[in-house]
């Protein structure tokens, strides 16, 4: 592996960090919005469920298929070319879904937008761990960690406030005025930095295979819900191309396909690297402790991490009767807590090792979610939700950061763009796998709600009714029952039914986040400890 020079660039770094963490909050931001926009967005434009789903679909599947081999190219040709490039791809790509008037070009912008996005955080992660070494990389990737943390608590706030006091479209043109001062403060301030003894050539091969691996894989794992995993359970369109076998489920054929892929890859890759030809993958990385086994704890936190922030706003608006601006503000104790550890990160990183660190925060996010899933109850508040909601917001401060400075901690610098694309797509299909199961368990938990009728007097015809509506639309059929002969009843049922379901995905998504812990013992203590300065020459603008 050919190494480059750490590049110091003075106090300059920390100006450069607030552009590159702003062009990071750019995306994390774009991610949670889009969630409270789109059912605006349905009934501005008379959208069907199938393109709403595309909508949100459309954009993960890209972003995770692309993220390695953006990182690659950013080793190769410039992370700060690639970051800027991303940010330009990701601001116009904004701009055409604000402006889209059909689902056709509204879907295809949101692909666009993942592209984008993925040659933004692989680069922004590089370019990190080139321009900063020792204590000063560790409070870098502690900032980096509670924007993360923060901006996907922030997000239902902003998109809230801005579906509610505006339109839809200004959900994703904020992104415009943010990507033009990104763009300027990453050109003044960022240096331009790749690996100057890269060979030339390029891993065509390779690039096909992961490419279409992970999109298989995170495709199947969004739709396996909706389509079915092996038997077809709705009809898979694409405009007006409809999946022609009826006895296979699309997602089972194409995450097939992406399992094969992948492994093609492997075996593809092994040989390439043993004749000594170019790879989009060096799988020598995986033989750093610290890489290998802290992608394995990246993939399986991930897994539990963020699956609450998917159920508990569906919950509090369809229970609760808040409103996407009041579920956003109740979300703000999560990113009180992560900024609030961003700070304290470094300090204990110094004093107890980064790797205790980041156990001390996925047992915090553990506790956390498991205290809601104690308290949440069709009467539970805002103040009731926000100490449980703080301590998860620190744990997921703490352990963003310190793992992913963990996972590079004894990497070359010049091989920086591509592990940093490995880590952030454990993390991409950790939460792609994680939110399939959030999203069986809810389901299997919204079965409740026709015990919880039938136990309140309603006939059990009319309780299976009633709860294969509530799963059908998460629990956002709640609120209309309350217009039914019988209403309180039926709302009151229906609502428990569905506390008790979030109960349940509380303590799923608790016990991965344990297993992500327990596979963090195979971490070494002093991991991180040590940073490697790197050789001369490396090219700096």
Known sequence: MAEMATVLIGKRRWVALCFLALGVSMIILDA?????????????LGLSTNDAEWISAAYSVTFAALLILFGRLSDRFGRRLI?????????????????GMNATEIIGARALQGVGAAMILPSSLSIINAVFIGKSRAVAFAVWGGTIGGMAALGPVVGGWLTTYATWNWAFLINVPIGIIVLIGVLMSVPETKDLFARK???????????????????????????????????????????PLENLSVVFVVGLLGLLALIALFLVEKKKAAAGKIVILDLRLFKIRTFGFGNAVALVVSLGEFGLLFAIPLFLQATRGYNALQTGVILLALAAGSFFASGMGAPLAQRMGPVRVLQLGMLLEAVGIFGLGFVLSTEITGWGMAPWLFIYGMGVGFATAQLTGVILSEVPVADSG??????????????????????????????NVAVQLTERGVPAAEAQQISDAVAGSAGQ?????A???????????????????????????????????????????NAARVE?????????E
């Open 32 to 44: 949670t919005v889009v969630n409270v926009a789109i059912p605006t967005m349905v009934r501005d």
């Open 83 to 99: 970051f800027m490039t991303g940010v330009i791809v990701f601001v116009i790509a904004s701009a055409f879904v604000a402006l």
């Open 201 to 243: 050539g390029f891993d065509l091969e390779g690039t096909l295979l992961i490419t279409l691996g992970l999109a298989g894989i995170v495709f199947a794992m969004i739709e396996g819900q909706r389509y079915g995993w092996v038997h077809p359970v709705n009809i898979f369109k694409v405009g007006s191309m409809e999946w």
């Open 418 to 447: 591509q592990a940093s694309a490995v880590q952030s797509t454990s993390r991409q299909v950790g939460a792609a796998i994680g939110t399939a199961i959030i999203g069986t368990t809810l389901i299997i938990g919204l079965g």
């Open 477 to 481: 059929a709640i609120p209309a029952l």
């Open 483 to 525: 217009s039914m002969p019988n209403g309180a009843v039926l709302m009151e049922g229906a609502s428990a039914g569905f506390a008790s379901a979030i109960t349940l995905v509380a303590w799923v998504a608790g016990i991965f986040v344990l297993l992500g812990f327990i596979t963090s013992l195979t971490l070494p203590k």
């Open 532 to 540: 490697s300065e790197g050789y001369q020459p490396a090219k700096a």
